[in-house]
């Protein structure tokens, strides 16, 4: 494992499509992380604690049409859709913090779109010895990482030095690394693709969670009868000019 020591001070990076001029868009609290103990007999994959509201995130992507955020997630959706093959997707984030939250977002949009390559794979720093498969996968997942993988990154605060070691073995490895931050530098550094959220933007962390993992699934929409028709006499044509 590389050693990286963390320098005195590091400059924050910062995405700047968001204009400051935008109402904060605050979501509901996060989900707290399920009881894995309950759920030891019941294996599959990770569960969302709640239902998940897509009128509420088609709501968010309408407050935010005009800040840059709905172009800029949808870049960063098609990044995480060129994982290879299911599982092959691992989320990992700090020992106090893990993202459940996407994790369980990021399936349902696999399982909803058909996208079998968003399937994620939640890594763990300590997973309890007798839970379910698919919630006591440590560490050990991302040093086999390699082509065609994805790794990526959820942490709100600055990124401790052992998951960016960590990280950086992933890349050297040659996994893609992408990162969804609190605006830290170093994270940002190592990461192919990163999204920072500053703390007083336009949208919290958590509804930054909600764009990404939406974005992930979506499906182009194919243009309708009328459109198609449209474009051909325009073809034909030349554009309608109005007087």
Do not use: C, Y
């Amino acid at each position: 494992m590389r050693r990286i020591r963390r320098a005195p001070s590091t400059t924050p990076v910062t995405w700047s499509g968001a204009g400051s001029d935008v109402q904060r868009v605050v979501t509901p609290a996060r989900h707290e992380p399920p009881d894995v103990a309950n759920r030891s007999a019941r294996p599959g994959p990770v569960v969302h604690d709640g239902l998940m509201d897509p009128a509420s995130v088609a709501l968010l992507r309408d407050l935010l049409a005009e800040t840059g955020w709905i172009e800029r997630t949808r870049e960063f959706g098609l990044a995480l859709r060129a994982t290879r093959s299911p599982g092959g997707l691992l989320l990992v984030g700090t020992p106090d913090e893990e993202p459940w939250h996407l994790t369980a977002h990021l399936d349902d949009e696999a399982r909803l779109s058909g996208l079998t390559q968003l399937t994620p794979t939640l890594v763990r720093w300590a997973p309890p010895a007798d839970a379910p498969a698919h919630l006591r996968i440590g560490l050990d997942r991302i040093h086999r990482a390699g082509r065609g993988e994805t790794l990526f990154v959820v942490t709100e605060r600055q990124a401790p030095v052992p998951l960016l070691e960590r990280v950086d073995d992933a890349r050297r490895t040659g996994a893609t690394i992408l990162a969804l931050e609190g605006a830290d530098g170093e994270l940002a550094g190592l990461a192919h693709d990163a999204i920072a959220v500053p703390a007083r933007g336009p949208v919290t962390f958590d509804g930054a969670q909600h764009l990404v993992s939406a974005a992930a699934g979506e499906q182009p929409r194919r243009p309708g009868l009328r459109e198609r028709l449209a474009r051909l006499l325009e073809k034909v044509s030349g554009p309608h000019v109005n007087d």
